[in-house]
Every structure is written in structure tokens, then in C-alpha cells.
């Protein structure tokens, strides 16, 4: 096994938060890794402390038996693999499988699937769920979506290396719609639990003790446990994921919900608030939009 992952290329696209972390996983599991980042002095960086290769354009991909993408919207993933006249930028052969591990939008997933399908190209999507920390333990939850079997077979021991729990959620675009609903879960317990902790606050409640009730008790969640009482009573705004990203997330749910022509109240009502926070704070972790929230 382990020679025939060092005879393996796997092309990793976007080295951020996530990215960075994500691709030494994969290269500490034996494959040759390739790292494309506009940034080019990072991905250089990045190569040399991890035994990779930095690769100086998009083009050196074709090489790559696999490639993950870990971008922030699905518009710049089609950017990186498509000109804006459809043409494929990157001389791609249908042994090369596309790995979209960004959050991207479902819909336009299925679009660029699609528009590959016809080079012969298979993507499958495989979004992640948990912040830095989980990245660089390899822990991540993956959602992998495909409409095709044997390019999910050939991809998911590449991301093994980069979680414990891989869950098959069904074809193209289901793993980026599970993410977006997942985030907009979270989203609305965030809201929710900052509304809550604001009104309390007011009507003269400790915040701490409200934290340590709600996680004793029904409101306990992910967000209760691992934001509320670090990142906003202790005042550390430091969970590093990003107000926009979050804003993002929850904006493709809500589109996902329209095309699916359902009703979303909730999901509005998080979007709006999120939205508001955005446009007063700008790019700041999600946790400040707490301090927007309260002055208001």
C-alpha cells in the first residue's frame, strides 16, 4: 500500500487555513504531494517544509493522478479549472480525479461536474467539517458526494488521510449541500444562543452562568460548548472561522433551500443577522459578531 501511495501525485490547490494543514496530512501519509497557491512564495514555503513540490502554474496539474481543491467559493474552483469561455485551462486526462473539498456552492458543483463530465473528467465533493485544530490532527468530518463509484473508491484514500469519518452522502453535490446545511445548524444555534445570552445579560444574568447552564441542560450545543464561554464571555474571538465564511455558508443554504423551493424562515431570519454583522465588522472572526449584536 504504502508504494503505491509514493507513486501516487496528488496536486493540492489553496493553502489557507484549512489547506495548509490538510496537504501535510496527506503528504506525512507517503504520497508525492504538488502545491499550487496563487500566493507562490507560500506554496514554495509550504513545499520545502513538507518534502513537496511547488508548482509555478495551474498547468503542472495535469500531471497529478488526483487533485484537491481548497478554495473559498465553487466560482474560483471553476476559475482555476475553466476560462471564462468553458475552455479546461489545465490539459486534464480522465485518469486525473478532482477532489472539491471547498464549501462551495452545490448547485454550481453540479455545474462545473458537468462541464468536466464532458472531457471526461470525474469530480467528486468532499467538504470538510471541523476548524484548524481537527485539520492539523487529520479528524475532520468529510461529506463525499459522486456520481461516480469508482473515482470515490480511487479519491477516499486520500482523504483518509486527512480524517477519521468519511460519510457517502450520495451523488454530485450532495457532500457540498450536507456542508451548507450542516453550517447553517450551526449558524442558527450561534445567533440564536448570542440573542439569548445578550437578553440575559440585560435582565442581569451572569453569562458564564448561562453558559454552564445551557450545557448542562437542552440548549447545549456545539456552540454553547466551544464558543460561548472562550471566545465571547472570556472575550477571546479566536475560533478562526471567519465572519465571512460563516455568512457565506448559510447564504448557500439559503439558496439551496430556495431551489429546492422550500420555505426557510429561520434560515432567512440567520442570514439577515449574519449579513448585518458582515457589513459593520467585515472580515473578523464569526465570534465578534457577538459585540455588533450587543450594541444594538
Not at 445579560?201 to 447545549?220: C, H, K, W, Y
Request: aromatic share 6%; hydrophobic share 45%.
Amino acid at each position: 500500500m504504502h508504494n503505491e501511495q509514493h507513486n501516487t501525485v496528488v496536486g493540492f490547490v489553496g493553502l489557507g487555513t484549512m489547506g495548509d494543514p490538510m496537504a501535510r496530512n496527506i503528504a506525512k501519509a507517503g504520497y508525492d504531494v504538488r502545491l499550487y497557491d496563487v500566493d507562490l512564495d507560500r506554496a514554495q514555503r509550504l513545499a520545502e517544509q513538507m518534502g513537496a513540490t511547488a508548482l509555478s502554474a495551474p498547468a503542472g496539474l495535469a500531471q497529478c493522478d488526483a487533485v484537491v481543491f481548497m478554495l473559498p467559493t465553487s466560482r474560483i474552483v471553476r476559475s482555476v479549472l475553466f476560462s471564462d469561455e468553458g475552455e479546461l485551462r489545465i490539459p486534464l486526462t480522465s485518469k486525473t480525479i478532482l477532489i472539491d473539498m471547498s464549501s462551495s456552492d452545490p448547485n454550481e458543483t453540479l455545474e462545473t461536474g458537468r462541464l468536466l463530465a464532458a472531457h471526461g473528467v470525474s469530480l467528486v465533493d468532499a467538504p470538510v467539517s471541523g476548524a484548524r485544530t481537527r485539520a492539523e490532527d487529520g479528524t475532520l468530518s468529510i461529506m463525499l458526494g459522486s456520481d461516480d463509484d469508482e473515482a470515490a473508491k480511487r479519491a477516499e484514500p486520500i482523504i483518509r488521510a486527512m480524517s477519521q469519518q468519511i460519510f457517502r452522502t450520495g451523488a454530485l453535490g450532495t457532500g457540498h449541500a450536507m456542508k451548507a446545511l450542516n453550517n447553517f445548524v450551526a449558524a442558527a444555534a450561534y445567533t440564536a444562543s448570542a440573542e439569548a445570552l445578550i437578553a440575559g445579560e440585560r435582565f442581569g444574568l451572569d453569562p458564564q452562568v448561562m453558559v454552564d447552564i445551557f450545557n448542562a441542560s437542552t440548549g447545549q450545543s456545539f456552540v454553547t460548548t466551544h464558543v460561548l464561554g472562550e471566545h465571547i464571555v472570556q472575550g477571546k474571538f479566536a475560533t478562526g472561522f471567519a465572519l465571512p465564511l460563516m455568512t457565506k455558508d448559510v447564504g448557500i443554504a439559503l439558496a439551496l433551500q430556495k431551489s429546492v423551493h422550500h420555505s426557510a424562515p429561520v434560515c432567512e431570519a440567520v442570514t439577515a443577522a449574519l449579513g448585518d454583522a458582515l457589513e459593520a465588522m467585515g472580515n473578523v472572526d464569526h465570534a465578534r459578531a457577538f459585540q455588533f449584536w450587543e450594541k444594538r
